[in-house]
């Protein structure tokens, strides 16, 4: 896409300094982060701390399975993580080892954690020493205890363990906003990769630069363990239009570099999704939920009230009102709306949309999708995610669809987690599990 820091950086600049003079000092601090973001300050440097020191056994499925068992999972011997320095899989007979692997606890605290691309090689460290590791840009969670069956006598089970569900998170998330949807999908026995983008590597993005090296990483990490059994199998769940346009730059990658890839992606759950025009009232939308987050309209759902109808029935409606954006924020949005209407209308920048759009639009996996959105979106419109899906059902895809009605963008699991997690558990069992299907 060519450079867009040089681009991006006096405008949004200017933007501020605008805004922060005629709008409240609280406006003022909130593009204090901006400033320092459009610069090319370094982005923030979250420092976690993985303890080794013992844990309960009982809650680390890893520490009750059998050095054996754990020995057959090929995964494990080939990811790319730093490992303790010792032969915890084949313990000499001469130690005071128990039978089950017990000291796997770090192990397992690291293999979570850990920025899976960047160790070319493992690194030693002592057991039961404290591990601290940046906040990196995609992590890998481990199904939970109860839902691995070591058996594999189900056979629905062993395909749950087959498959690496893949979120992809919207603009400005980090790995804690997505360790709930992380959450649901281990307790039911799939393995998962959570992926972000920071939003001062959006802004400042290029070719060859930090947002496309981390997805290039990702696609390199996923071929590689989907390269070690052919039963090994992909799902993505997208959220937001970045976490979908991400997607479709993973598509790309994988055509250009192993085409039969595509044919391992199972299922595609769209979240909040998508706006396939370069639309710059949508981008303007989504830069200001990300900058103003809480404080944003976008945050915010429609409010049902109930009213007596006027025949006098005792007959209620429900009816609902749109909240208002403030001052600050339609400010704000009128100045990014036009930044934008500049910015994606520039050649390299149009192409490159175009591109991954064209990949989204025409050359999708031929795999289920579930498109999950509500008419209450700020940020994206409805009548665009319903327009799409059309055009994909027209394409021959199979396709899911559920409207939420009042809930705000990306924020559909929080409102009404019943129904969320109900849509999720049909389309997974039902469409995406195809043994789940025919004993179902």
Not at 46 to 57: K, P
Request: proline share 5%; net charge positive; charged share 20%.
């Amino acid at each position: 896409m060519g450079s867009l820091s040089g681009i991006i950086q006096r405008p949004l600049v200017a933007a501020a300094a605008v805004i922060a003079a005629s709008v409240s000092a609280d406006v003022s601090d909130k593009f204090s982060s901006l400033r320092s973001l459009v610069r090319g300050s370094e982005s923030e440097q979250i420092v976690a701390s993985v303890s080794g020191s013992v844990q309960d056994e009982r809650s680390l499925w890893v520490s009750q399975i059998p050095s054996s068992k754990l020995a057959n999972l090929s995964f494990v011997s080939r990811i790319r993580v730093p490992v303790p320095n010792v032969d915890l899989l084949a313990p000499n007979p001469s130690c005071n080892l128990a039978p089950f692997v017990t000291s796997l606890s770090a192990l397992r605290s690291v293999y979570q954690s850990a920025e899976l691309a960047k160790a070319s090689k493992p690194v030693a460290f002592t057991v039961g020493a404290s591990l601290v590791v940046p906040d990196v840009s995609y992590r890998w969670h481990l199904p939970e205890t109860n839902a691995i069956d070591l058996s594999s006598s189900s056979s629905c089970a062993s395909e749950k363990n087959r498959t690496v569900v893949v979120l992809l998170g919207w603009l400005g998330s980090k790995q804690k906003h997505l360790k709930k949807y992380a959450d649901w999908y281990t307790s039911r026995g799939y393995h998962v990769i959570t992926f972000t983008l920071p939003m001062n590597e959006v802004m400042s993005y290029q070719v060859g630069g930090k947002a496309e090296k981390n997805i290039e990483s990702l696609v390199n990490h996923l071929a590689d363990w989907l390269d070690e059994e052919q039963q090994k199998n992909l799902v993505f769940h997208t959220f937001s239009n970045t976490g979908w346009l991400t997607y479709g730059a993973i598509l790309e990658k994988f055509q250009k570099q192993d085409s039969s890839l595509m044919g391992r992606v199972k299922g595609c759950i769209v979240d909040s999704a998508p706006v396939a025009a370069a639309d710059p009232t949508v981008w303007a939308s989504g830069f200001s939920a990300a900058f103003l987050k809480k404080n944003s309209v976008a945050t915010k759902g429609y409010t049902s009230s109930s009213c007596e109808s006027n025949m006098g029935a005792r007959i209620n409606e429900i009816s609902f009102s749109e909240p208002k954006p403030a001052a600050t924020e339609t400010a704000l949005l009128l100045v990014l709306e036009k930044f934008f209407s500049v910015i994606l209308n520039l050649p390299k920048v149009n192409r490159r949309l175009a591109d991954v759009v064209d990949t989204l639009s025409s050359a999708q996996p031929r795999c289920p999708q579930l498109y999950i959105y509500s008419s209450a979106d700020r940020v994206i419109p409805v009548g665009q995610v319903e327009s799409f899906i059309v055009e994909q059902r027209k394409a021959g895809h199979e396709v899911r669809a559920r409207n939420f009605i009042s809930s705000p963008h990306v924020d559909h699991f929080r409102s009404n987690p019943d129904l969320y997690t109900a849509e999720l558990n049909h389309f997974m069992n039902n469409c995406v599990l195809a043994c789940c299907k025919h004993s179902s």
